[in-house]
Each structure stands twice: as C-alpha cells, then as structure tokens.
C-alpha cells in the first residue's frame, strides 16, 4: 500500500489549506484513516479520524472546529480541510492506514501504533 500526502504550502495565519491523501497498490475502502502531525522538536501527535466508513470521524481537541476530514472512496482518497490556520498548526502532516478491515475502535484512533502504513507527509507552515 502507498500513500501520497500532497496539498501542504506556506499559509499565513487565519487561512484554508486542504490535504489530500491517495492511496494506491492496495485495498482503501474497509479501512479507517487518520492524519498526525510532527512538529519540529516534538513528537507526532494525532490529528484526525474518519472511520471506514467515512460515518465517524474524531479530531484532537487541538484542531477540533477548525479542521475536517472526509473520504471519497470512489477516488481512494482522504482529506483533511484546514481551516484558521495558526502558527502552532506548522508541521509536518502524515496521512496513515488504521491496522484492521472493518476496524472500529480498537485499536485506538487516536495512538499512532494503531496505523501500519503511512504517507511520506507533507509540510504546512503557517505564518503570524
């Protein structure tokens, strides 16, 4: 399975980005995916869910309101809408491949180990 992040750009503070996601070589559609984000000197940290269904979705508290993700399943692809931006949202941001067909909550979305295939990621850096 690959993963293809793409969309990340230079943005000032209080802008819109949207990353996009395509996975090839391998099955899409019955698994769950998430987007993480490592921040230079930090660890990665979860950002976002969207279960396999695309009905569930689960956001960290940190961009919950601001940030949306959705599937399009017929395009093998996962996005995740930006919106206001801020200088803290810079980092690199990864899309993964949650382990398990049809998983539900477990493993959890929200913990990295959860996922067995990740992009390449992609950088957003947000200017004040």
């Known amino acids: 399975v690959q993963l293809q992040a793409s969309g990340g750009g230079l943005m000032q503070a209080g802008g819109s980005l949207r990353l996009s996601c395509a996975a090839s070589g391998g099955t899409f559609t019955n698994y769950a995916m998430g987007w993480f984000r490592q921040a230079p000197g930090k660890e990665r940290e979860f950002v976002a869910a969207?279960?396999?269904?695309?009905?569930?979705?689960y956001y960290s508290d940190s961009v919950k309101g601001r940030f949306t993700i959705s599937r399009d399943s017929a395009e093998n692809t996962v996005y995740l809408r930006m919106n206001s931006l801020q200088p803290e949202d810079t980092a690199v941001y990864y899309c993964?491949?949650?382990?398990?067909?049809?998983?539900?909550?477990?493993?959890?979305?929200?913990?990295?180990?959860?996922?067995?295939?990740w992009g390449q990621g992609t950088l957003v850096t947000v200017s004040s």
């Open positions: 993964a491949r949650k382990r398990g067909l049809y998983s539900g909550n477990s493993p959890p979305y929200r913990e990295s180990a959860s996922y067995n295939y």
């Open positions: 969207i279960n396999w269904t695309g009905g569930s979705t």
